[in-house]
């Protein structure tokens, strides 16, 4: 078992943060060709890109402080950062995975234009958010 797997930990993040760009500005590259208006679910989900960038970008300093080495070679004061590195992220992950939810929410409630389906995704998002 390797003791430092800093360098998988920052090629899999930068790795993802490149796919999810490409996901997202191909949303918006297939809106500005056919010339649809960028809705609410658009936002949101340009919203939740920002905050996984933010949560890659806290996940590469921390790899760089001592995430993915053994506690023995960090030691307790890059514990305590890691710790806070860690509570950090998981603030920006909750508001990240929230906006994507929603963003997935306002999408269903757009191509199934149902009374129901309206109902339903009003109801999951109070779910959501609360």
Known sequence: MRAD??????ISVIACMVLSGFRVIGRFASRF????PIGVRDWLILGGLAGAFAISIIIIQAAKRGLGKHV??????????????SYI?????????????MSTLFFYRQIFGSRFMNLATTGISIFVVL
Do not use: M
């Open 33 to 36: 060709l056919k010339k649809t």
């Open 72 to 85: 023995e070679i960090v030691g307790l004061a890059g514990v305590r950062q890691l710790l806070l590195y």
């Open 89 to 101: 992220g998981e603030i920006f992950y909750s508001i990240s995975f929230l906006l994507i939810k």
């Open 5 to 10: 797997s800093t360098e998988s930990i920052i």
